[in-house]
């Protein structure tokens, strides 16, 4: 992959700017990597290279589409099928054909976690979390833990499910801790943490790292986690509902043997070796295995010009 695939960019405008740090990671380094062909014949994929930010209109983004498919050739061969574009706040509905083909037939590249009902799975690509700790070097040997689950307050939002589980004195709930160290400690002395399916949910990465299961607590499948072509992510985190509240919480962890416990572990320490972003793109790293999922991705049928002339 990293030799053989290619990736055309159109000329991008001249102010481009994007709404987050990670979009705007995975955009220097697409740019400035080998992946990047000037010759679009040569091209399994190419790049729209626009802020789709979250107070763009779909008449503005038909517009975007519109001027590639009239100044190239590419679009209209499969209907933007063999294009991607990067947005976290993704691109609404709406009823003109430009909008139409981008949210059907374009890859969205997403942060993670999209917002509900704006990610087509086994289409569209979620960003791994920027982590906002550094991982530990080793991953995490055999550990004694301190606490069976760890959940900071803006990890949970349930009011009710957060006052039952500061009242078990097996779940450390906080809301900061007193500094990073400590966080980290907090993370390494854990078995679970615990995390609602939400906007931060995006220190599940970070929980791995250090050896903490994560617990995803949700009442609906969650079809957008990070590398979902690449990870099985039943043998990294549990997931369980909301109805039963926290006893029913205990009771799935509770359920989860020694052995199978070990095994979670060490998986997710590996598979977070995939979310780390680096200034410099490195083997196996986040913006690697998102370039991987797009080259999954570059097998499409491309109708001869003429057909459209």
């Given amino acids: 992959m990293v030799k053989s695939f290619k990736i055309y960019t159109y000329p991008p405008p001249e102010s481009l700017s994007f709404d987050s740090k990670v979009e705007s990671l995975f955009y220097s380094s697409l740019i400035r ?14 790049f729209i290279p626009f802020a789709f930010h979250s107070d763009l209109s779909t008449k503005s983004a038909a517009r975007v589409v519109g001027d590639y498919r009239t100044d190239f050739i590419y679009w209209n061969r499969t209907l933007g099928a063999d294009h991607f574009f990067l947005s976290c706040s993704s691109v609404g509905h709406g009823s003109d054909r430009n909008v139409v083909e981008l949210k059907k037939n374009s890859v969205q590249i997403s942060c993670f976690p999209t917002m509900p009902g704006l990610f087509i799975p086994h289409k569209d690509v979620s960003l791994p979390p920027l982590a906002n700790v550094h991982a530990p070097t080793q991953a995490p ?10 959940v900071r307050y803006n990890w949970v939002k349930e009011t009710s499910l957060v006052e039952q589980l500061l009242a078990d004195p ?8 007193s500094d990073q160290m400590a966080y980290e400690e907090r993370l390494a002395g854990s078995k679970f943490c615990l995390f609602e ?14 050896g903490c299961v994560p617990v995803v607590i949700t009442d609906r499948p969650i079809q957008d986690m990070p590398l979902m072509d690449l990870l099985k992510w039943q043998r990294i985190a549990v997931f369980v509902g909301t109805s039963g509240g926290a006893k029913e919480i205990k009771r799935v962890l509770g359920r989860v043997v020694v052995e199978e416990f070990e095994d979670m572990r060490e998986y997710a320490a590996v598979a977070s070796k995939h979310f780390v972003w680096n200034q410099t793109p ?4 986040a913006f690697h295995m998102v370039m991987y999922q797009l080259w999954l991705r570059r097998h499409t049928i491309r109708y001869a010009e003429r057909e459209w002339a």
């Fill in 170 to 177: 097996e779940i450390l709930v906080e809301s900061e801790p």
């Fill in 197 to 210: 399916y939400g906007s931060e949910i995006s220190a599940i990465g970070e929980a791995m790292s250090f």
């Fill in 141 to 150: 040997g055999r550990k004694s833990t301190s606490y069976l689950g760890y």
């Fill in 282 to 285: 490195q083997p196996y790293d």
């Fill in 33 to 46: 990597s080998n992946f990047i062909t000037q010759n679009p014949e040569e091209a399994h994929l190419f």
